[in-house]
T-cell receptor, first 112, second 114 residues
Framework: SQQGEEDPQALSIQEGENATMNCSYKTSINNLQWYRQNSGRGLVHLILIRSNEREKHSGRLRVTLDTSKKSSSLLITASRAADTASYFCATAPNQAGTALIFGKGTTLSVSS | EPEVTQTPSHQVTQMGQEVILRCVPISNHLYFYWYRQILGQKVEFLVSFYNNEISEKSEIFDDQFSVERPDGSNFTLKIRSTKLEDSAMYFC????????????FGSGTRLTVV
Protein backbone atom coordinates (compact mmCIF):
# COMPACT_ATOMS: atom_id res chain seq x y z
CA SER A 1 0.00 0.00 0.00
CA GLN A 2 1.22 3.49 -0.74
CA GLN A 3 -0.76 5.30 1.88
CA GLY A 4 0.95 7.65 4.29
CA GLU A 5 1.04 6.83 7.94
CA GLU A 6 1.15 9.74 10.35
CA ASP A 7 2.89 9.80 13.66
CA PRO A 8 1.94 10.51 16.39
CA GLN A 9 -1.76 9.60 16.28
CA ALA A 10 -2.51 12.33 18.81
CA LEU A 11 -0.58 15.36 20.03
CA SER A 12 -1.45 17.79 22.81
CA ILE A 13 0.48 21.02 23.26
CA GLN A 14 0.14 24.47 24.75
CA GLU A 15 -0.42 27.60 22.74
CA GLY A 16 2.84 29.06 21.52
CA GLU A 17 4.59 25.72 21.31
CA ASN A 18 5.60 24.09 18.03
CA ALA A 19 3.84 20.98 16.76
CA THR A 20 5.59 18.41 14.62
CA MET A 21 3.78 15.63 12.79
CA ASN A 22 5.45 12.95 10.73
CA CYS A 23 4.31 10.93 7.76
CA SER A 24 5.84 7.82 6.24
CA TYR A 25 4.93 6.18 2.95
CA LYS A 26 5.95 3.09 1.06
CA THR A 27 6.46 3.67 -2.66
CA SER A 28 7.69 6.39 -5.01
CA ILE A 29 5.63 9.53 -5.22
CA ASN A 30 5.14 12.54 -7.46
CA ASN A 31 4.29 14.80 -4.54
CA LEU A 32 3.08 14.75 -0.97
CA GLN A 33 0.34 17.00 0.40
CA TRP A 34 -0.85 17.94 3.85
CA TYR A 35 -4.48 18.60 4.70
CA ARG A 36 -6.28 19.80 7.76
CA GLN A 37 -9.71 18.71 8.95
CA ASN A 38 -11.70 20.44 11.63
CA SER A 39 -14.08 18.15 13.49
CA GLY A 40 -16.96 17.06 11.27
CA ARG A 41 -15.84 19.17 8.33
CA GLY A 42 -14.15 18.67 4.99
CA LEU A 43 -10.44 18.58 4.38
CA VAL A 44 -8.58 21.76 3.57
CA HIS A 45 -5.43 21.68 1.48
CA LEU A 46 -2.48 23.21 3.32
CA ILE A 47 0.66 22.64 1.32
CA LEU A 48 2.12 20.49 -1.46
CA ILE A 49 5.74 19.46 -1.72
CA ARG A 50 7.04 17.85 -4.89
CA SER A 51 9.40 14.88 -4.93
CA ASN A 52 12.32 17.05 -6.06
CA GLU A 53 11.84 19.52 -3.19
CA ARG A 54 13.24 19.07 0.29
CA GLU A 55 11.57 21.85 2.23
CA LYS A 56 8.70 24.25 1.78
CA HIS A 57 7.24 27.03 3.89
CA SER A 58 3.82 28.61 4.04
CA GLY A 59 3.19 31.07 6.85
CA ARG A 60 3.65 29.17 10.11
CA LEU A 61 3.87 25.85 8.29
CA ARG A 62 7.10 24.14 7.35
CA VAL A 63 7.12 20.87 5.46
CA THR A 64 10.10 18.68 4.78
CA LEU A 65 10.38 15.71 2.49
CA ASP A 66 13.03 12.99 2.57
CA THR A 67 12.45 10.69 -0.38
CA SER A 68 15.34 8.42 0.61
CA LYS A 69 13.58 7.69 3.91
CA LYS A 70 10.11 7.99 2.37
CA SER A 71 9.06 10.39 5.07
CA SER A 72 7.75 13.91 5.53
CA SER A 73 7.18 16.18 8.47
CA LEU A 74 4.82 19.06 9.07
CA LEU A 75 5.88 21.68 11.58
CA ILE A 76 3.42 24.24 12.86
CA THR A 77 5.25 27.01 14.69
CA ALA A 78 3.81 29.16 17.48
CA SER A 79 0.62 27.11 17.60
CA ARG A 80 -2.74 28.64 18.41
CA ALA A 81 -5.93 27.14 19.83
CA ALA A 82 -7.43 27.56 16.35
CA ASP A 83 -4.86 25.06 15.00
CA THR A 84 -6.72 22.30 16.87
CA ALA A 85 -7.71 19.84 14.13
CA SER A 86 -6.72 16.59 12.48
CA TYR A 87 -3.85 16.72 10.02
CA PHE A 88 -3.48 14.25 7.17
CA CYS A 89 -0.70 13.59 4.74
CA ALA A 90 -1.64 12.40 1.28
CA THR A 91 0.64 10.89 -1.32
CA ALA A 92 0.30 11.34 -5.06
CA PRO A 93 1.65 8.27 -6.85
CA ASN A 94 4.10 8.56 -9.71
CA GLN A 95 1.66 6.94 -12.08
CA ALA A 96 -0.56 9.31 -14.01
CA GLY A 97 -4.29 9.19 -13.36
CA THR A 98 -4.15 7.83 -9.85
CA ALA A 99 -5.73 9.53 -6.88
CA LEU A 100 -4.34 10.88 -3.63
CA ILE A 101 -4.06 8.31 -0.89
CA PHE A 102 -4.54 9.60 2.64
CA GLY A 103 -2.99 8.47 5.89
CA LYS A 104 -4.79 7.98 9.19
CA GLY A 105 -4.07 11.46 10.46
CA THR A 106 -2.71 13.13 13.57
CA THR A 107 -5.15 14.77 15.95
CA LEU A 108 -3.65 17.97 17.31
CA SER A 109 -5.04 19.66 20.40
CA VAL A 110 -3.73 23.09 21.30
CA SER A 111 -4.80 24.39 24.67
CA SER A 112 -4.70 28.01 25.74
CA GLU B 1 -13.11 31.66 -3.03
CA PRO B 2 -14.65 28.86 -5.15
CA GLU B 3 -16.19 26.01 -3.20
CA VAL B 4 -17.22 22.43 -3.72
CA THR B 5 -20.83 22.10 -2.62
CA GLN B 6 -22.33 18.88 -1.33
CA THR B 7 -25.96 18.06 -0.63
CA PRO B 8 -27.54 16.92 1.55
CA SER B 9 -25.37 17.57 4.58
CA HIS B 10 -26.96 14.65 6.40
CA GLN B 11 -29.03 11.75 5.12
CA VAL B 12 -30.63 8.92 7.06
CA THR B 13 -31.77 5.92 5.07
CA GLN B 14 -33.12 2.45 5.67
CA MET B 15 -30.85 -0.50 4.95
CA GLY B 16 -31.41 -1.73 1.39
CA GLN B 17 -32.56 1.66 0.09
CA GLU B 18 -30.83 3.59 -2.68
CA VAL B 19 -29.21 6.93 -1.94
CA ILE B 20 -27.81 9.60 -4.22
CA LEU B 21 -25.23 12.01 -2.88
CA ARG B 22 -24.79 15.19 -4.86
CA CYS B 23 -21.79 17.41 -5.45
CA VAL B 24 -21.15 20.54 -7.46
CA PRO B 25 -17.41 20.73 -8.15
CA ILE B 26 -15.54 23.92 -8.93
CA SER B 27 -16.47 24.93 -12.46
CA ASN B 28 -13.04 24.94 -14.13
CA HIS B 29 -11.83 21.76 -12.44
CA LEU B 30 -11.42 18.67 -14.57
CA TYR B 31 -10.90 15.90 -12.03
CA PHE B 32 -13.51 14.74 -9.55
CA TYR B 33 -13.31 12.37 -6.64
CA TRP B 34 -15.34 10.66 -3.95
CA TYR B 35 -13.82 9.70 -0.62
CA ARG B 36 -15.41 8.40 2.52
CA GLN B 37 -14.49 8.56 6.19
CA ILE B 38 -15.99 6.24 8.75
CA LEU B 39 -16.27 8.08 12.05
CA GLY B 40 -12.85 8.81 13.51
CA GLN B 41 -11.04 6.76 10.93
CA LYS B 42 -8.92 7.40 7.87
CA VAL B 43 -10.09 9.03 4.67
CA GLU B 44 -10.62 6.27 2.09
CA PHE B 45 -10.51 6.74 -1.66
CA LEU B 46 -13.55 5.51 -3.57
CA VAL B 47 -13.37 6.72 -7.16
CA SER B 48 -11.89 9.31 -9.48
CA PHE B 49 -13.58 10.69 -12.59
CA TYR B 50 -12.08 12.49 -15.55
CA ASN B 51 -13.27 13.22 -19.06
CA ASN B 52 -16.70 11.77 -18.31
CA GLU B 53 -15.48 8.41 -17.20
CA ILE B 54 -14.08 6.64 -14.17
CA SER B 55 -10.29 6.84 -14.20
CA GLU B 56 -9.66 4.82 -11.08
CA LYS B 57 -11.64 3.07 -8.38
CA SER B 58 -10.79 1.34 -5.13
CA GLU B 59 -11.80 -2.08 -3.85
CA ILE B 60 -14.54 -0.37 -1.81
CA PHE B 61 -16.20 0.90 -4.98
CA ASP B 62 -18.01 -2.32 -5.87
CA ASP B 63 -21.07 -2.91 -8.02
CA GLN B 64 -23.40 -1.19 -5.57
CA PHE B 65 -21.68 2.14 -6.23
CA SER B 66 -21.91 4.28 -9.34
CA VAL B 67 -21.00 7.84 -10.29
CA GLU B 68 -22.43 10.21 -12.86
CA ARG B 69 -21.93 13.69 -14.17
CA PRO B 70 -25.41 14.11 -15.61
CA ASP B 71 -25.41 17.74 -16.67
CA GLY B 72 -21.90 19.15 -16.75
CA SER B 73 -22.08 20.66 -13.30
CA ASN B 74 -23.33 18.03 -10.85
CA PHE B 75 -21.32 14.97 -9.86
CA THR B 76 -23.28 12.26 -8.09
CA LEU B 77 -22.50 9.14 -6.12
CA LYS B 78 -25.23 6.50 -6.02
CA ILE B 79 -25.32 3.63 -3.58
CA ARG B 80 -27.88 1.14 -4.86
CA SER B 81 -28.64 -0.97 -1.81
CA THR B 82 -27.23 0.55 1.34
CA LYS B 83 -25.73 -1.54 4.11
CA LEU B 84 -25.13 -0.61 7.73
CA GLU B 85 -21.39 -0.44 7.05
CA ASP B 86 -21.96 2.25 4.41
CA SER B 87 -22.60 4.70 7.25
CA ALA B 88 -19.85 7.30 6.93
CA MET B 89 -19.03 10.83 5.87
CA TYR B 90 -18.79 11.01 2.10
CA PHE B 91 -16.60 13.74 0.68
CA CYS B 92 -16.54 15.01 -2.86
CA UNK B 93 -13.40 16.72 -4.12
CA UNK B 94 -12.29 18.35 -7.33
CA UNK B 95 -8.94 19.36 -8.74
CA UNK B 96 -7.88 21.51 -11.64
CA UNK B 97 -5.11 19.21 -12.77
CA UNK B 98 -5.39 16.02 -10.76
CA UNK B 99 -2.86 14.99 -8.19
CA UNK B 100 -0.31 17.58 -9.33
CA UNK B 101 -2.37 20.14 -7.49
CA UNK B 102 -4.26 20.18 -4.25
CA UNK B 103 -7.80 18.99 -4.05
CA UNK B 104 -10.70 21.15 -2.93
CA PHE B 105 -13.07 19.19 -0.74
CA GLY B 106 -16.70 19.75 0.03
CA SER B 107 -18.02 19.74 3.57
CA GLY B 108 -19.31 16.22 3.21
CA THR B 109 -22.56 14.29 3.49
CA ARG B 110 -23.05 12.30 6.66
CA LEU B 111 -24.84 9.11 5.62
CA THR B 112 -26.50 7.10 8.35
CA VAL B 113 -27.91 3.70 7.42
CA VAL B 114 -30.38 2.28 9.93
Amino acid sequence: SQQGEEDPQALSIQEGENATMNCSYKTSINNLQWYRQNSGRGLVHLILIRSNEREKHSGRLRVTLDTSKKSSSLLITASRAADTASYFCATAPNQAGTALIFGKGTTLSVSS
Amino acid sequence: EPEVTQTPSHQVTQMGQEVILRCVPISNHLYFYWYRQILGQKVEFLVSFYNNEISEKSEIFDDQFSVERPDGSNFTLKIRSTKLEDSAMYFCASSELGTNYGYTFGSGTRLTVV
